[in-house]
């Protein structure tokens, strides 16, 4: 019984991850196939580009741009910041407040 509501909120946790970072998994697996596309069809043969000789690092690499440029779309919420007065009271600890 616990096992099964352990696993529960596991995947209930990873489907949340996965539907807020959707757009990152998303670059992540155009940018890994771009990237093989890349190495077939550019690639350098004889090694000399550090990036393209590799499947796999320009495949990784490729993903990583891919996710980088997939974040950039992510919404993020902000927390409200705090009041004014406050901060304006935390700025100067010297002073006193009238």
């Known amino acids: 019984m616990r096992a099964a509501k352990q696993s529960r909120i596991r995947m209930t946790l990873l489907f949340q991850l996965t539907k807020k970072y959707r757009l ?6 155009v940018g890994a196939i771009a990237g093989y596309a890349w190495y077939l069809h550019v690639g350098c ?51 006193s407040k009238p």
């Open 45 to 95: 043969p004889d090694g000399t580009c550090p990036i393209s000789s590799s499947p796999i690092r320009s495949t990784l690499y490729f993903a990583v741009v891919g996710a980088l440029f997939g974040h950039s779309f992510v919404s993020t919420k902000r927390t409200p910041e705090a009041s004014p007065s406050a901060l304006s009271a935390s700025s100067n600890p010297g002073e």
């Open 24 to 29: 990152v998994l998303l670059g992540a697996a």
